[in-house]
């Protein structure tokens, strides 16, 4: 069992930034393979961005590419993805998740958060 808790959403005037975090537990932190998906009102969930167990391999949506950072710290147990230059398509809960390898498909990931918020106005 993993535990997965996101923090750090918020409302964010558009051209802003916000840095999301995802503390885990559980299990070996360092092992896992996290993700970072969202999902807008009405909208599939969809990727945003994954990363290895060492942090030395990432991987980004198109959509967030260039704006979007995603990183870990395994000494904290907590991966974290930094939003710069939002916009209001960027509206949307955000989730984090851990599976067993990198890959843009949902169903891969085996736990996920609860979601934290974040709201872009324009």
């Known amino acids: 069992q993993v535990q997965l808790v996101e923090s750090g959403g918020g409302l964010v005037q558009a051209g802003g930034s916000l840095r999301l975090s995802c503390a885990a537990s559980?299990?070996?932190?360092?092992?896992?393979?996290m993700g970072w998906f969202r999902q807008a009102p009405g909208k599939e969930r969809e990727f945003v961005a994954a990363i290895g167990w060492s942090g030395s391999y990432t991987y980004y949506a198109d959509s967030v590419k260039g704006r979007f950072t995603i990183s870990r710290d395994n000494a904290k147990n907590t991966v974290y993805l930094q939003m710069n230059s939002l916009n209001a398509e960027d509206t949307a809960v955000y989730y984090c998740a851990t599976g067993p390898r990198i890959t843009a498909v949902a169903d891969t990931y085996d736990y996920w958060g609860q979601g934290t918020q974040v709201t872009v106005s324009s």
């Open positions: 559980g299990r070996t932190f360092s092992s896992l393979v």
